[in-house]
């Protein structure tokens, strides 16, 4: 047993409840093709694929859904990265910056342009989110130990549910993606996997 | 060379400029004494002594400094945590929510409640050095891979420089305590020590 | 007919619906009692008297509520106000900072310290809502045509449904008063009265 | 002497300094053209026309600037508005959503998407502004009594320096234009002209 289990760390069960948003981080073509410097991982692509049926199930049950890319006008609107193709390709008009078909439906799903790694982190998602009477978020995209792990932090302290399926969040390595969902899974969010989200959506249950 | 490397991640470094807040991320008694449950680890009491050591040096530079604590007033106000200390302790009026004297000067520091990881989450701490023209946050208290980890990702997306003195945090365990720096030092923050920033403050010019 | 009505401004009504959160803007005691230079003004006694009726049944049906009072550490942590005596006796630990008694019950109530006008800024209450589940959301205390007008702002903005009982809000005069109940009540939020605010909270119907 | 100036309300000035960043408030031609229910309101038009000839010397002098629009993608993700025109066309893909060129550049200025009345609301403005190091905010476009004024406030409230050149912005009706910059310049803003402000970037001095 480690240490932080040992002194009450993950010892209580969140649950999903309620109206169910789903929000989709970053699954731009810059990280779901491998031509550009950041995408393709094997992680991300299996991903891509469980968001993909996951997003049909949520629309087709009217769900609240919000995809986001991140991009910047030039250097000077960007937050101080440390990543070079995110300083030099992450622009509003760079192709590599459009959404992934595979995921986004501009009929139904709401597109936020983000500057930070949080999908929530000055954007119209909690606002749209209070709006609907949302009580459990479902965080999806990548990567887990960037966009994911700091979209899982803000949903948990704006008061929302957090639930992270597994098979819906990729990285780059498998190391950085387990070791996030380990921190967060102990302390904000119970982890999961689209299995279970999509039977809570059809149902309003949690499978058991 | 792992994955992120290959791919350009921590590329960039970022640099210490203009003026330099302090935070100081809930060093309460519950993190510093042995008594309470999550209190005591040595990786924080270690970050303690050195973050004292840097907070005076702040105080006669007089550069703004906030310390913060986390409580709640009741269940009601606290998002999900899964923490059980947290849950049953983290009270405004529990005496582990008190801020350790060995960083906290109320003469000087600004003392901040916060309610979620982050110091900056819905707190006066922006607005602060926005008012006072800070440049460089430098990030120091508890634990790495808990409120550490979501205040760097606040203070990245709000455009500071980022600065993480790496004795300066402190965490249960030291796997997540370097996972967590792993991350954020190829994204957002630059690690690097107490001496580092001390000479900065001291001389305006980053030690070589 | 004035210019707005003729272009469609306040064609539509709000409407209260679903839980309902209550705040409380600056009863403190640098606004209600007379021996403070801003405060006692008749209209903000007034509304100290309904707010305190309003609070009891908004206690008595669990509806969460939060009280906020304006402080600051010192000037630098202050924003650039222009009122003499703002700068120099809001302070964290001075007796004008104070709740006023009338409205604030410390067993119940959430007591935030807020820094800007709006009592959402950089405060804890928009999670607290998100996290109880409130749609409708009370705006009461002082003044009106300052920190009330900020805080309809915010509630509108984070998508909650905005009430503003006329009779629970206060000003040092009668004009910015009803300036701003006609700015706000043509956009933003409905203005009512206690009366009908207390009936919905009894019955979860609004008053006919 | 009104009872707010006995009071001591509007008794300290606030003055411009450091750098400048401004930032221009739905000039889209749903506000611009008079074919649109909210278009073309005389102390509009003048206010474009001044913004205009601002804008030109800020962009020659480099200052940040950032022109917002508010649109919406549907009913379900806008607040609630209580204006016909705001719910049916502020639409993102609305012809009366495309900002003004007379104030718009889109080789140099930021664009923002809004979805409140405040540009700095959930919008990356402030990020920008932080790490730009931008001192003082100067606020223009419209209207006065609605988006203007909650710029202010938020402005305000993030610690800068906030300044509205009275010329720069306009309403529907002046008796709500001067009821504003009656309310904010007696607590928030400096309200001057855009000479000021132009002689201001040009000199770096404020002029006398």
């Given amino acids: 047993m480690d240490d932080y289990k040992r002194r009450g760390y993950g010892e209580i069960n969140i649950?999903?409840?309620g109206k169910v948003g789903i929000v989709v981080v970053d699954f731009q073509l810059a990280f779901t093709q491998k031509k550009y410097p950041l995408g393709g991982a094997p992680l991300v692509m299996r991903a891509l694929e469980n968001t993909s049926r996951l997003m049909k199930v949520a629309r087709a049950h009217q769900a609240p859904?919000?995809?986001?890319?991140?991009?910047?006008?030039?250097?000077r609107d960007a937050p101080h990265w440390k990543i070079t193709a995110v300083c030099e390709q992450f622009r509003v008009d760079h192709p590599s910056s459009v959404l992934d078909p595979k995921i986004f439906d501009e009929r139904y799903d709401l597109k936020v342009?983000?500057?930070?790694?949080?999908?929530?982190?000055?954007t119209p998602v909690v606002p749209y989110f209070i709006k609907e009477g949302v009580e459990t978020v479902v965080i999806t995209g990548c990567n887990?130990?960037?966009?994911?792990?700091?979209?899982?932090?803000?949903?948990?302290q704006w008061g929302f549910r957090t639930i992270v399926p597994e098979d819906c969040v990729g990285d780059i390595e498998e190391g950085p993606h387990h070791d996030n969902l380990r921190?967060?899974?102990?302390?904000?969010?119970?982890?999961?996997?689209?299995?279970?989200?999509?039977?809570?959506?059809?149902?309003?249950?949690?499978?058991?």
Same sequence: chains 1, 2, 3, 4.
Avoid: L, W
């Fill in 65 to 75: 859904t919000a995809c986001c890319f991140t991009a910047y006008k030039s250097e």
């Fill in 113 to 122: 342009r983000k500057t930070g790694p949080s999908i929530f982190f000055q």
């Fill in 15 to 17: 649950g999903m409840k």
């Fill in 144 to 156: 887990t130990s960037g966009c994911i792990r700091a979209s899982v932090i803000d949903s948990f």
């Fill in 183 to 208: 921190d967060v899974g102990r302390r904000y969010a119970d982890i999961t996997n689209s299995d279970e989200v999509v039977h809570f959506i059809e149902t309003g249950a949690v499978a058991s």
